[in-house]
């Protein structure tokens, strides 16, 4: 379930902590990091700055720290520099892509750091023999997902947000619809440019410096700064199925006890069905998604599939523990698909602090394995938790159900940095 956030919220961490660790920084280390700033011509923001709170406000208004200086390189050597200058002067340091951390480490996850922000590395290029894709550490998803088909028709697994930036996205997992079929976003990066602690420049691969590029793809900002990620792209499918299942019926309609069990059994058909049944093709992902409203549905997709046959064969065998659920199974093109599931849309987003949508939360993440199903006491302890907490909150839960014979995202490579960074959590 999810565990790309999982991954995410675990090592997440700041990690230059060879230098000394000052939670607030004294204001002679920031002195001397604006001077070797300046020498360095790297283009920042401080406290007086006027774009300060547009730069310095994390995505989770729950979690805000103070950063001592925020540099906007606009050049790896800039990166270099305030990563150098940042230890000369004993401050942590850490970048910023897209800044949706829900720990908001990107704002340092405490307060006095040195923050990178990477907006002006934008740069989206395909290359059209290779149809490896150059994406600057600055870039968001929407956007990203928008030039790559541009450029060929081209696409990547990734989540639904379009504000979430790519770096963050892809260097801790990258779950999204077309994840079951491709894999996680992480799972297609072939090479990452990276500044290294002691400020060189290095184009990891998996033959040249092939532990940084191990060790990017799950705990990126534990090893340095990526300031470019090359992914191997795929052909976008033609059409995608979208499908949604209501299946809040029963959530209302019995007494809560009653309502526990059908939704519950309803649950561990559903999990029966990714676990064992034919129909559940590697082009299908899905979920469910319930929250403190009484809104309870399936919904996800199937990438080149027939809509009358999905919803006719598979979608009912998937539902199937659920009476009184309402389908609808409608067929989109690749962009009109992602453009659906984009909240809150449009798919093309600003960079950097142009970006002003906030929120306010705390999210928890579990991964469970294909081997060690739910059972049905935990199954219905959930149901239970779900339904008596109704009219609280607000809360969501999502179940990403992405398991299975066939799931990409179970059959990597078992020294894949993804699987050692599941088996480490899992
Ligand atoms: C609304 C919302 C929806 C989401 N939806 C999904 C989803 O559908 N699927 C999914 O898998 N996840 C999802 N996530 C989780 C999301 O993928 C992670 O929070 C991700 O880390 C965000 O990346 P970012 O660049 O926006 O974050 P940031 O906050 O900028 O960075 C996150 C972490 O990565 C580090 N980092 C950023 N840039 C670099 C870099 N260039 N080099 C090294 N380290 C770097 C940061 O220091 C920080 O520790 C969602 C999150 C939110 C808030
Ligand atoms: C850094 O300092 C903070 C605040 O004093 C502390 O909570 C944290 O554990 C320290 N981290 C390390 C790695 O020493
Ligand atoms: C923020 O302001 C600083 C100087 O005040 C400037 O160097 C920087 O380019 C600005 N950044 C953005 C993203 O506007
Ligand atoms: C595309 O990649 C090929 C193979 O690596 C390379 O020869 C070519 O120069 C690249 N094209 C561009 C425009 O970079
Ligand atoms: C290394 O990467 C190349 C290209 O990205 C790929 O073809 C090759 O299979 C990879 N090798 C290993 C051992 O993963
Ligand atoms: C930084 O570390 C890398 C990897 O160990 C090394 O190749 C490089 O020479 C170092 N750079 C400097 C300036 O010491
Ligand atoms: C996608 O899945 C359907 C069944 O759900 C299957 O019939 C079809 O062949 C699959 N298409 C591709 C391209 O894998
Ligand atoms: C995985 O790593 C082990 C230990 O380093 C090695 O013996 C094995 O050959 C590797 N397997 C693959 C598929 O790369």
């Known amino acids: 379930m999810h565990y790309s956030t999982l991954i995410q919220g675990l090592l997440g961490h700041n990690i230059f902590q060879m230098t000394a660790n000052l939670s607030i920084a004294s204001p002679q280390a920031k002195t001397d990091v604006l001077v070797c700033l300046v020498a360095g011509s790297v283009p920042y923001a401080t406290r007086d700055s006027p774009n300060w709170t547009a730069l310095s406000t994390s995505f989770n208004l729950r979690l805000q720290y103070n950063p001592a200086v925020i540099t906007i390189p606009e050049t790896e050597n800039q990166v270099s520099k305030s990563i150098t200058c940042a230890a000369a002067a004993g401050l942590n340091v850490q970048p910023k892509g897209g800044g949706h951390s829900y720990a908001s480490h990107s704002t340092g996850g405490q307060h006095g750091s040195l923050i990178i922000d990477m907006e002006k590395f934008s740069e989206i290029s395909v290359n059209q023999t290779t149809f490896i894709a150059k994406i600057g ?4 998803l929407g956007n990203v ?6 450029q060929g028709r081209r696409a990547l697994p990734h989540g639904t947000c379009p504000g979430a930036g790519v770096a963050g996205h892809a260097l801790h997992g990258g779950y999204g619809y077309a994840s079951r079929k491709w894999g996680l976003a992480l799972d297609h990066i072939i090479a990452l440019d990276v500044v290294l602690a002691n400020g060189s420049l290095v184009h990891t691969t998996n033959s040249t410096y092939a532990d940084v590029f191990w060790a990017m793809k799950g705990a990126g900002e534990s090893f340095g700064v990526a300031t470019y990620l090359y992914f191997q792209t795929m052909q976008a499918p033609d059409s995608v199925v979208y499908f949604v299942s209501d299946l809040a019926a029963q959530m209302h309609s019995t007494s809560t006890s009653d309502a526990v069990d059908i939704l519950a059994r309803g649950f561990e058909l559903l999990q029966e069905f990714s676990l064992t049944s034919p129909l559940l093709t590697p082009n299908i992902t899905f979920g469910i998604h319930v929250d403190s409203d009484g809104t309870f549905f399936l919904h996800g997709w199937c990438m080149d599939c027939n809509a009358a046959v999905f919803a006719s064969t598979v979608l009912p065998e998937m539902v199937a523990g659920y009476p009184g659920h309402v389908d609808s199974v409608t067929g989109l093109s690749w962009i009109q698909a992602l453009t659906e599931l984009a909240d809150p849309g449009p798919l093309e987003q600003p960079l950097g602090s142009r970006y002003t949508f906030h929120d ?11 081997d060690i199903s739910l059972s049905t006491v935990v199954i219905k302890a959930y149901f239970a938790e779900v339904l008596a907490n109704q009219g609280k909150g607000p809360f969501f839960s999502i179940i990403n159900i992405y398991g299975g014979p066939g799931s990409a995202i179970n059959t990597i490579s078992a020294n894949s940095s993804h699987t050692q960074a599941v088996a480490l959590f899992g």
């Open 145 to 150: 997902a928008e030039a790559l088909y541009e």
């Open 137 to 140: 550490a600055g870039q968001r």
């Open 360 to 370: 306010t939360f705390h999210v928890k993440s579990l991964a469970t394995n294909d």
